[in-house]
């Protein structure tokens, strides 16, 4: 049986009990769910304006510091990576010592790497503080899911992270605009800086407002050995879909990480069967819907963030838009996530997840056949009904899988049942990223040299080709200085006519990522444990 007791490490100490976690609030705000859901939005709110913030900015990051496609893409692979790696592990941290802590370390830890990505003068080191980023951001987010799980009774967990997602969709809704803002009117470095007093107010209201849940079984000890071994195994899969790209999918380089990975989750499972308190216990796992709800949110993620990787550059190379104009044709995307959040919350507490979450990824898979057909020319309405389709399709995916996965965890294994969320979601977008990347890279590399041919263009070496490439790949249009203005336009409309064919390419395999989602969706259904947190008593 699951303990439904909690211990408050953050109480007045005089052995008075606090309200219980169900409703009223205790000793002043501390623990009361609904300033709890306040808190924690407000501290991941900074993680989900810094994604949508460092999109926007990416181009201005590459001019201005002379950045190449990989570099580009590093500064969203170092953060996957670091994230993937240790998700798991902070939350198992945060079982052990509690949610309340490595939340406000998380939160902290996060503002002071902004801070430093921002204080950076080359690109090595912001790929290197977006690591440090990735590793606090695991501390914070496991936590926030942990703290929501332990506070809200059962009834109310949906529609908590419903509000919570709303919050979050409403902050990446915000985030082009504010980042197109700062990247148009200030620096790109200010982006990262936004990030500061975002933290402080989070560490300030999570000081005041939070109580520290844990179960009365939660983990006294640390599995160092499974830790270890999960960690080596992640860190091989996602170099190798990082380096594959680089090296290529049939290097033996890539497939020697890909089977070391194997290796490793082969001997860390088997270390779990003999430890006596192990890091995820396998057990686990025998809940279908638990392990369904893992697959979809890698599968979302591959399809959302691989395919959205490239509308960045689409909107800003290829339409030429100004990053705040960037910034408002997202809105319909982040507006409907907004919409559609909460919504989803009552939905889904009302009829289940799996037709919900079906449903929202047939429209995704929709939206991004959409996305498969957009053009140089492509009109803004056109494109507001794909990104809404999207943002209105994955609202239920991110609501309901969360509850999915969170929810049929016990208790005492929340923190490591969030992580398992988070780490899903960041190996399907570092997979996303990678295979996507592989795919429109490979599309440029094909069809780049007859598309120039065809034009009439001067003929270039191998090597210039090989360079004019990595500037479609971002499409931007690789003109040198001096070019007579005729070349240069039959440029940029080959580099912008080979750019939309890799885009478009890239964007039908996520639909089909998105397509075979909806059939694992059918395999999820409400969390068995999700009681476990209602009206919990705090002694």
Known sequence: ????????????????????????????????????????????????????????ANPAIGKDLGATWTDLQ??????????????????????????????????????????????????????VFRVFQGLFGALLMPAA?????????????NMAIGIWGMVIGASTAGGPILGGVLVEHVNWQSVFFINVPVGVLAVALGAWILLDHRAENAPRSFDLLGIALLSGAMFCLVWALIKA?????????????????????????FWETKVKEPLIPLALFRSVPLSAGVVLMVLMAIAFMGGLFFVTFYLQNVHGMSPIDAGLHLLPLTGMMIVGSPLAGVMITKV??????????????????????????????????WFALLGLGLAPVMVGATEVIVGNAPLEL???????????????????????????????????????????????????????AEFVQQGIAPVEKGTPPEIAAKIADVAHDTF?????????????????????????KRGENAEAGAGVGHI
């Open 1 to 56: 049986m699951t303990s439904q007791t909690t211990i408050d490490k953050t109480g007045p100490g005089d052995g008075t009990p606090d309200a219980p976690s169900g409703g009223a609030p205790g000793k002043g705000l501390r623990g009361h769910p609904w300033f709890t859901l306040i808190t924690v939005a407000v501290g991941v709110m900074m993680v989900a304006l810094d994604g949508t913030i460092v999109a926007i």
């Open 74 to 127: 590093w500064i969203t692979n170092a953060y996957f990576l670091a994230l993937a790696v240790s998700l798991i592990t902070a939350g198992k941290l945060g079982d052990r010592f509690g949610h309340r802590q490595t939340f406000l370390i998380g939160v902290a830890g996060f503002a002071a790497s902004s801070a430093a990505i921002g204080l950076s003068d080359g690109i090595t080191m912001v790929i």
């Open 145 to 157: 899911l942990g703290l929501l799980r332990a506070t809200f009774p059962a009834e109310k967990l």
């Open 245 to 269: 790209p680089e090296w290529g999918w049939g290097d033996v380089q890539t497939w020697s990480f890909i089977v070391g990975s194997f290796v490793g989750f082969g001997a860390f499972a």
């Open 352 to 385: 289940g997840p799996r037709i919900p979450l079906a449903g929202g990824m047939a429209l995704t898979a929709l939206a991004m056949y959409g996305m498969s057909t957009l053009e140089t020319d492509t009109g803004s309405g056109v494109m507001s009904l």
């Open 414 to 468: 929340s923190g490591v049942a969030g992580g398992l969320q988070q780490a899903a979601m960041q190996i399907g977008g570092s997979l996303g990223t990678a295979v996507l990347g592989a795919v429109m890279a490979s599309k440029v590399d094909n069809d780049l040299a007859d598309n120039w041919a065809d034009a009439g263009l001067p003929q270039l070496t191998p090597a210039q080709m090989e360079q004019s």
């Open 500 to 524: 939309i064919s890799g885009m478009s390419l890239a964007s039908l395999v996520a639909a089909g990522v998105a397509a075979v989602a909806v059939l694992v969706a059918f395999l999820t």
